[in-house]
């Protein structure tokens, strides 16, 4: 798989300015998502840290509360100084999707993207703590989102 491309987001709120940029002059993929799993995952992404994170299986709580207050802060933390994210770690399954079944499906998918980026950005209220990372504070919270987008428009190469 090639490397994906520099790319860094100061906010949040570039990330549809690249999907739409993306959607409308066409993009190679780098990776294994398109353009409709990139939005979609994200979004999901946005919506939890607002909405509270998916449920996690009794048997992994455990490890997961260890991991929260060891190894998690230490990582929150490498990722903000780096400004980037290790490709192939794990995700949550229900936030992974099928490839687009059509360009209409990419062009909702920007959408949903763009709706979620604008209503995280205007949360006022305290974020769900997040299972693996802990409380975060709003500056912690939207770094790791400008950041993890970034990520993944970054293996979507412009035409």
């Not at 500056?139 to 993944?152: N, S, V």
Request: charged share 25%.
């Amino acid at each position: 798989m090639p490397a994906p491309r520099p790319l860094t987001f100061a906010s949040v709120g570039e990330a549809p300015a690249e999907a739409e940029r993306l959607l409308t002059g066409g993009y190679e993929r780098r990776g294994n998502w398109d353009l409709r799993q990139v939005c979609d995952h994200c979004a999901d992404w946005l919506a939890f840290p607002i909405d509270g994170y998916p449920p996690v299986p009794p048997w992994f709580k455990p490890a997961l509360l260890a991991i929260r207050h060891t190894l998690g802060p230490r990582i929150l933390h490498q990722i903000l100084r780096e400004g980037t994210m290790r490709a192939g770690s794990p995700t949550v399954a229900r936030t992974l999707y099928p490839p687009a079944p059509d360009p209409a499906a990419d062009a909702a998918a920007v959408e949903r993207l763009a709706r979620a980026a604008d209503r995280f950005l205007a949360h006022e209220g305290k974020y769900a703590i997040s299972p693996f990372f802990g409380r975060m504070s709003r500056e912690e919270a939207r770094g790791l989102q400008a950041i993890h987008t970034a990520h993944h428009f970054g293996f979507l190469e412009p035409k």
